[in-house]
């Protein structure tokens, strides 16, 4: 597992910032990423909230792009293209609150019984189906493992009990997950 210093963590999270900004205004500067390590692909999510609820969440599950420009088109299709949201308004930037998650690669799960709640985050497959829940969904909505399980199913589209299904495939990930909130305190 990648893991970033303070500084990287920072620079990542003023890089997402400067991105979402340089769309209200062209004139941004999106500042440089030099470091070798921000040219390494690893799955990445950027997680927006405005006054603590969600305002918008996209990732990669695996390493697409480099992470210095995953975090840009990353943030952008948070603030702007989540489906579930109404696009970033200008006069909202100031307040929204970005997080990142950088995850680990994917581990298939064939024991149930080995997921923790708060440490790993899920992916589960069946088919043409698809749902992921970052780990700490399931910290915020205080689920144990089977609600996890059952949540991420759901996410996909499926009934609880796919979990079981032998057709279904079940993934596990840890992620680093870093905020601007974590540099005030």
């Known amino acids: 597992m990648l893991t970033l210093k303070d500084g990287q963590r920072q620079a990542l999270l003023r890089r997402a910032r400067q991105s979402i900004a340089s769309v209200f205004d062209p004139g941004i500067f999106i500042e440089p990423l030099e470091d070798p390590l921000f040219s390494q692909k690893r799955g990445l999510f950027v997680t927006l909230t405005l006054s603590g609820e969600l305002k918008g969440c996209i990732g990669f ?30 006069e909202e930037l100031d307040d929204v609150a970005i997080e990142i998650s950088l995850l680990s690669p994917l581990k298939r799960i064939t024991d149930l019984s080995g997921i923790r709640t708060g440490r790993d985050g899920l992916v589960v497959r069946n088919g043409s189906r698809s749902g992921l829940l970052l780990p700490q969904v399931a910290v915020e909505y205080h689920w144990g493992r089977e609600e996890f399980i059952g949540h991420t199913c759901r996410k996909a589209g499926l009934p609880p009990e796919a979990a079981s299904w032998p057709e279904t495939e079940i993934y596990s990930f840890t992620a680093e997950i870093f905020s601007e909130k974590d540099r005030d305190g």
């Open 61 to 90: 599950i695996t390493g697409v792009e480099p992470l210095k420009d995953a975090v840009i088109h990353l943030a952008r299709e948070a603030a702007f293209h989540d489906p579930r949201f109404e696009p970033l308004r200008r």
